[in-house]
């Protein structure tokens, strides 16, 4: 079974963190874009989509057996960085998925049990995590098939056309709590999930 790459997407400007880079953040002594990438680095070949170089992020993903992929046009929103990274997905793969490198609670687990929602509900072309409530979140994982329609996406919504153009072909994957949902924008978001690990 061949394995599903991984696009990271980490390109992307914390314009609402007050001037630190949301990604560049401390959990446990690692910054949250190394531990996105070690996590997704379980269980398939990541591709990280990053702002261009030079960029400390680089810096933070130091020793890891993964693609870089230096976005130029990163300023256009998500759908840049998801074009070029989707350029470097193997030719071999069936499907890719794709993961915000900002969702501090997702796990191996968590990826694992969308990655298996591929094989056991393979009549879709789209397989979702979802909240444990069912609200749909990341991350998301495209047949081959749909690779033409998002390789021509542009702007900042991501691949949300393409899941609406195909929602009859979506399998959600619940997966606990808001692991597929929640993520740090600002300084307020990160104060209050560490307040929250710690008590």
């Known amino acids: 079974m061949i394995e599903i790459p991984i696009i990271l997407l980490a390109a992307g400007q914390?314009?609402?963190?007050?001037?630190?880079?949301?990604?560049?953040?401390?959990?446990?002594?690692?910054?949250?874009?190394?531990?996105?990438?070690?996590?997704?680095l379980k269980t398939g070949p990541v591709i990280v989509a990053l702002p261009p170089a030079p960029h400390p992020r680089y810096e933070a993903l130091a020793g890891l057996d993964l693609t870089k992929v230096g976005?130029?046009?990163?300023?256009?929103?998500?759908?840049?960085?998801?074009?070029?990274?989707?350029?470097?997905?193997?030719?071999?793969?069936?499907?890719?998925?794709?993961l915000l490198a900002d969702l501090p609670?997702?796990?191996?687990?968590?990826?694992?049990?969308?990655?298996?929602?591929?094989?056991?509900q393979p009549d879709h072309l789209i397989w979702r995590g979802a909240t444990s409530a069912g609200k749909p979140g990341h991350p998301v994982?495209?047949?081959?098939?749909?690779?033409?329609?998002?390789?021509?996406?542009?702007g900042d919504d991501g691949a949300q056309s393409v899941v609406r153009a195909h929602k009859d072909k979506v399998c959600l994957v619940p997966l606990p709590g808001r692991n597929a949902l929640l993520d740090l924008d600002t300084p307020e978001d990160w104060a209050q999930w560490r307040s929250q690990r710690t008590t």
């Open 105 to 120: 609670d997702i796990t191996v687990d968590d990826l694992k049990s969308v990655i298996a929602s591929v094989h056991e």
């Open 14 to 40: 914390s314009r609402r963190m007050a001037g630190a880079d949301k990604l560049l953040q401390s959990i446990e002594g690692k910054s949250l874009l190394r531990r996105s990438a070690l996590t997704a």
């Open 141 to 154: 994982i495209f047949d081959r098939q749909l690779f033409d329609e998002l390789s021509r996406l542009t």
């Open 71 to 98: 976005i130029p046009n990163a300023d256009e929103g998500m759908n840049a960085s998801l074009r070029g990274a989707l350029a470097h997905t193997p030719p071999e793969a069936d499907a890719v998925m794709v």
